[in-house]
Structures are given as structure tokens and as C-alpha cells.
């Protein structure tokens, strides 16, 4: 029986495959320079490639953008050598996210029915630069290097004519139109070349611009040198070379290339041996699928996403990424996006604050889900986090059957560690079970990565450098959460809610007001809390109401009503020490102090019981006269009552 993983793959392997027996049929064989070249239409577009009379082993190739047929010795020299050369005509689209797709399903094309090498050598000339690096950007996995002649870099230079160059008005007017921007928009416009090249630069692809130095038309001063700089201070590898011999013509913008040899050298440096790099798929389990969403998406014409997580999702990165995909490719979409990723907090606390942080602000279609990495290194058992886990899901299916989640285990150095022992982390088992369960996507990014470290695809303290990963480790991240995307299938029929794994999930969890507690003595209630000392907070729990006791045997009473009950506090140099009684019954202790308390005024969930029977209850807690050695005093300050009903 075929997995739902498995037939999600099939329909994506089934639309590519559709599309080349399609290209095939079509197929016309001409000569050119005296090698064969295959022309066909490519999704109604004029494509072809030009095949080497002997190819190197794994196929490279070059894909030219836009002037396939001019200055073309490097395409000869290089298919001397025994590469392919391919290019697929998406004139006149400057790049636009319609073109981008185009050349995804062509690169889909040519990798997986041609077997044309994973990674591909971009020549872009003139404005056929908005198209290498438009690609590039989406794509610096499978790049290469790339070859640059006179590009345009920023089309408010060409064709928008806004500095030296003198522009083209009838481009400009085709560019506005096709982008829907208005002169007084360009300003923000940010998907151009020179911007957003940290995930390129981090795989280190190798660039050459050729340049005229009296190009008047794509002046170098507005395009390749702002390229060139911003590139370089990223850590890009890229050099320049300006074409001064021979005659200039056409105010500069075409020149005789010097040396072709040269660049063909450049191309086949790094595009010879092919390797091929580890797939994404097998850290995919794409279950119920992501139907439901993609059809609202599509018929509805809005959409909810939401994200939620600790750090990794509230930094910029693969968040941005994914919402910037899905944007394009539903562009009649409207779209609504609830960025409640936070620092420092796991499971139960997303938990608990789901009902606030997301449902308040919208319904999601569409939920992604971290919490590995802050589960591991905040010491959840692992039942708290099968607790949390299934509340989230269970609070999400409750309110919205038809959503579609997904669940992502992210890297970090201890999960690396147990996989380099043989072990599977718990944190990344129990997020593979709950999505399982409950038919939810999962992605196991902690394995790809360590995978691929072992694979010496890269290096973890070079490229990823850290749990908060650099702008490599966003786009690794990224391109596999784009492939699960990009596994399109119909709606799954609507299932039940399976009963939860364990007898007490998070699904009632919410934060209940400071104001509750009753009988303070000593306790405060302070409306806008900030540290007296320099110590650093997190967004979020800092100008904010919070419950404040600072020295022994202060205390209060909360009356609630459920089968758990937690508080949500600020653990800093000052952490006291708690005791407490539920009902009457024993007596309790719980240290406040972590081991990151003198670094920080750290956000930390503490549940105090949640196996309780349905029903009222009551709390009573005091701080403890003893304390932490390592605290200087005995601070408890309350942000968020927890209680699961």
C-alpha cells in the first residue's frame, strides 16, 4: 500500500514527467556549430538544449538566460569540453516570479528526466542578470557559479533610467505594468539582484562580471559595482573583469570578449567533477499533505499562515523565505501571516500561548511548528512534550479540521551527538509521532543536517555555525521545507480527531490573568516591568504586567478550575526558590534559577501539575527562604498564569 509520503511524491513525479513526454513529443533535432541541438516547447515557451558530442561524466551544463545566441565562444569552448548548453525563453518577464517558476520546472526537467547535473553554471547577459541572480537567490543550492556580461543588477537603472543610464521607457512601462508598481513604489521594491545575496554568499558560489567601463546603458556604477561590493562584504567569492580591447559599441553596453577560454576555464572549475548532493526526500514525511490549505489558497483567494516557534522562527531566515514562495505562487492569494515565533520557548509553552499568539490574530489554513531545539535545551520530558505537542495540534484541528500543519525538528549540536552514537534524539522521535498521529507533515531537518555534515556537504562550525543558523543553515532549512511545498496533491478526506496519545495533552491551555490571584501578601501586581539591573530580556516579557514578589515568604492564592496548572516566569540573577500545595496536599519545591539566569531575564514555563482530576482546585505558593547559590536573591515575577481545563 503506498504511503501518503510516497503518493505525494508521485503526483509532483507524475506533473514532471507529464511535462517531458509533452517536451518530447515535440522534440525537433537542427545542428548547431556542428553539434546537435534539441529544440521543443517547454510549457508553451521555446526551449532547447545543445548536447556535447561526448559528455563529461554527470552532465554539467550552463543555462543562459535571455541572449542565448550572443557571444557564444565560451558555449562552443564548452562543449568541446562535454557540456550541455540549455535555455528555456522567458523573454520580457525581467525576472518576475512567473519566470522564476518557469525556470524551476524546466531545471525539475532537465535534472530529473535528462539527468543533467544537480548543480548548474548561470550565464546572464545584460538583463538577462535579473534572471541569473533572480533564480540564484531562490536556488543557491543548485548554482554553480555564475557568469555575468554588462547585467543588470537594478532595473530602476535599466530599464527604469532613474540614474546615468538613460533607460528604455518602453521596458519601464513593460516592467511597472508586470511587477503592478507605481514610480512612487520602486523606492521599496527589494527583489532585485543587488539585495538579499547573504544565502548565496554563504554557499560560497563563485561569480565573474565582465564589464565595459563605458557602459552608458547599464552604467557599472548603478549595477555590477553595488553587486560586486554588497557580494563581497557578505563573504561572496567574486571578481570583475572589464572588457577594454576592441571596438565599444552601443554607448559601451556590447564589447569583444577578451580570452573566452578564461571563462570557460571558470565554468568548468566549478561546475567539474559533478556531485550529486543527498536528497531531500527522505526527511519528508508529507502524511495527510498540505491539500486543504493549497485549495483554500486557490479557491478562496485568502489565506492564513501562521508560524510558531522559539528563536529560530522568530529570526528572519526560512520564515520569510517560505512566506515570500507562497506569495508567489498564489499570487491572487491574500494573504495573512502570524510570525509568533518567540526565544527560548518549546512545546508547552506554545501551548499555552497558542490561543493568544495565533488564533486571536487569524484561523490558520496553514501552521508550521518548531520546538526541538528549545525542548532539548530546556529539559522537557518527554511527556511534557508529547503533551504540548498534542495540544497545539488538537487546539489547531478543534478550530480549523481542514488546517494543514507542519511539524519541523530543527538541528543543534546535542541532537548531532546523539546521531553520531546511533541514537535517535527524543525530541525529533516524539515530533515525528505526534505528526504521524495526527496525520500532520513532518520534516526532519536534524537528520538532514547532520546527514549532510557526515556527507561533507559542509561544515557545522564554518556554514551552519550555530542552533541559530546563519544564513547557510536558513536557506538548507528552506529548501527542504520548499520541496515539501512543492508536493502539490488533492485534499485528504476530513478524518475525525484521533483520540490524544497521552491522557492529558495541552488542548484546554491558555494563559489566565494575573489578576486571579487572591490573599497576596508581599506580591505585586507591577503594569510595566523592566529590570533595574543591565541584564538582558526578550521581546515580550519585558514592559509588561508581572506579578512581583523579591523576598522570602511572600505568597498568594490561585483558585482554577482544570487538570493543570503552571506559571509562566522570568528567571534572572535574582531567581528565588518556590515551595507550594495544590489543594492542601504535599508540599512542594521548585528552583527558579537556571544555568543561563546571570546572562538573562529568561522566559521560563514551569508547570506545577498537570495530571490533576477535572474540577476546581487551589494553589498556594510562597517563596522559600532558601535559594540557589548562585543567586543573589529571591525573586519570583509571575508573567502568565498557566492553566489546561
Known sequence: MMTKHLRCVAIAVFLIVNTSLLAQAQEKTTSWKGFEKVEFQFEDRDAWYVKPQKAIAGNPWVWRAHFPTWHTEMDSILLSRGFHIAYVNTNDLFAHPIAMQVWDHFYDYLVTQKQFAPKVALEGVSRGGLYVYGWAKRNPDKVSCIYAEAPVCDPKSWPGGKGKSKGSDEDWAKWLK????????????????????????????????????????????ENSDILVKNYQDLGGPISVYPMTRGEQTLEGHHFPIEHPEFFANFIEQHSVPVVKPISHQ????????????????????????????????????????????????????????????????????????????????????????????????????????????????????????????????????????????????????VHQRIAKHYGAAYINLAKEVYDRIEAGEFNWKYDFKDLHPSPYGQEVYFQTIKELLRMEAAPSKEVSLPAPIDKFPYEKASYHALGEAKNLKEFTLVNDWKPTDKVSTRPGFVNVPMLVAEQANASFDLEFKGRGVGIAIISGPDAGKLTYTIDGKKLQTLDLFTQWSTQLHLPWYLMLADELSAGKHRLHLTIDSKKNEESVGNACRIVHFLVNE
Not at 521594491?189 to 562580471?209: E, R
Open 178 to 221: 508586470l511587477f503592478g508598481k507605481k514610480e512612487d513604489e520602486i523606492a521599496d521594491f527589494k527583489d532585485i539582484p543587488i539585495n538579499d545575496l547573504a544565502g548565496l554568499a554563504s554557499f560560497k558560489v563563485p561569480i565573474v562580471h565582465v564589464i565595459g567601463l563605458t557602459d552608458k546603458l547599464v552604467p557599472p556604477a
Open 282 to 429: 527522505p526527511y519528508i514525511e508529507a502524511n495527510k499533505g498540505l491539500g486543504h490549505a493549497f485549495e483554500k489558497f486557490k479557491t478562496a483567494k485568502k489565506g492564513t499562515v501562521a508560524f510558531l516557534g522559539g528563536s529560530i522562527t522568530h529570526n528572519p531566515g526560512w520564515r520569510n523565505k517560505t512566506a515570500q514562495y507562497l506569495e508567489e505562487h498564489f499570487p491572487e492569494t491574500e494573504f495573512t501571516f502570524i510570525a509568533a515565533g518567540i526565544p527560548s520557548l518549546g512545546s508547552t509553552p506554545h501551548a499555552f500561548r497558542f490561543s493568544r499568539d495565533v488564533l486571536e490574530k487569524g484561523t490558520p489554513d496553514l501552521l508550521f511548528v518548531e520546538a526541538a531545539v528549545n525542548d532539548r535545551g530546556n529539559g522537557f520530558s518527554e511527556k511534557a512534550q508529547i503533551r504540548g505537542l498534542e495540544g497545539i495540534l488538537r487546539q489547531m484541528y478543534l478550530k480549523n479540521p481542514n488546517a494543514d500543519v507542519i511539524l519541523m525538528a530543527f538541528a543543534e549540536p546535542a541532537k548531532n551527538a546523539d546521531y553520531n552514537k546511533g541514537k535517535e534524539p527524543v525530541e525529533v522521535s
